[in-house]
Nanobody, 124 residues
């Protein structure tokens, strides 16, 4: 089992930056990929970015490419999302997800461990 805890959310003005973090604990050696998803009120949980734990290949949703950067620190079992040029439509709860097998990166159902989420609010 893997436990995930997000941190770093908050309120930021449009055009600003924020970095959110995800700390993994437990059987972290079993992690093969991690990802960020977001969910705004009344909407489905949406893919934001993912990273392959071994190859460090990264994957992004089209609307965050060039603005967000996903990274990981294997030694700390941590994952980060640097968010630049934030927009009001980025406002959502951001969830950290992980899995221990191979699957698509883009679907929430492909991840079996989840954090509780951290709120990101972008004011206009």
């Amino acid at each position: 089992q893997v436990q995930l805890v997000e941190s770093g959310g908050g309120l930021v003005q449009a055009g600003g930056s924020l970095r959110i973090s995800c700390a993994a604990s437990g059987r972290t050696f079993s992690i093969t990929a991690m990802a960020w998803f977001c969910q705004a009120p009344g909407k489905e949980r949406e893919f934001v970015a993912a990273i392959n734990w071994r190859d460090v290949d990264t994957y992004y949703a089209d609307d965050v490419k060039g603005r967000f950067t996903i990274s990981r620190d294997n030694a700390k079992s941590a994952m980060y999302l640097q968010m630049n040029n934030l927009k009001p439509e980025d406002t959502a709860v951001y969830y950290c997800a992980a899995r221990g097998y191979s699957a698509t990166y883009y679907e929430a159902q492909a991840y079996n461990w989840w954090g509780q989420g951290t709120q990101v609010t972008v004011s206009s």
